[in-house]
C-alpha cells in the first residue's frame, strides 16, 4: 500500500531530522515556526504557506521546493549550501524529454545520499579526532 503523501513527507522529515541530529524543537526554532506548527505539517492537517514551506526545507538543509517534491511522490533535493551543485528542472516542453524527470530524480536521490555519507564520514572523523 503506498502511503499518503503527508505520511510520506512525515518519514523524510523524521529520517532527515534524525540524520541531522536535531531535535523537533531544534528544526522548528530554524524553521522559525512553532513546533505545533512543524507537527501540524507532517500530519498533513496544514496546509504550510510558502514561507513556512521554505523554512521547514532550510531547518532540514532541502532546496526549496523539496517539500512539495515529496509530495509529488519524488526525492527531496539537498541546500545549495551544502552540495555546491544546483540540479535544474528542464523545461517539459522540449522535445525528447522522455525520462528526463526520472533521470533528475535518480540524480537528486544519488547526490542526497552523498552528501548523507560526506556528512557521516566528517561526523566520524571529529569523534575520531
Known amino acids: 500500500m503506498t502511503p499518503k503523501p503527508h505520511e510520506r513527507l512525515a518519514s523524510y522529515m523524521d529520517a532527515r531530522r534524525t540524520e541531522l541530529g536535531l531535535s523537533w524543537r531544534q528544526v522548528a526554532e530554524a524553521a522559525n515556526v512553532t513546533v505545533t506548527t512543524v507537527n501540524a505539517v507532517r500530519r498533513g492537517s496544514n496546509d504550510p504557506s510558502p514561507l513556512t514551506r521554505r523554512g ?74
Open 56 to 129: 521547514i526545507e532550510k531547518a532540514l538543509q532541502w532546496a526549496p521546493g523539496s517539500i512539495q517534491a515529496i509530495l509529488d511522490g519524488r526525492e527531496p533535493a539537498p541546500a545549495q549550501e551544502s552540495s555546491g551543485i544546483r540540479l535544474v528542472q528542464p523545461p517539459a516542453d522540449e522535445p525528447g524529454d522522455e525520462g528526463l524527470d526520472e533521470k533528475l530524480d535518480r540524480a537528486q536521490r544519488l547526490l542526497a545520499e552523498g552528501m548523507a555519507l560526506l556528512e557521516e564520514l566528517r561526523r566520524e572523523r571529529r569523534e575520531s579526532g
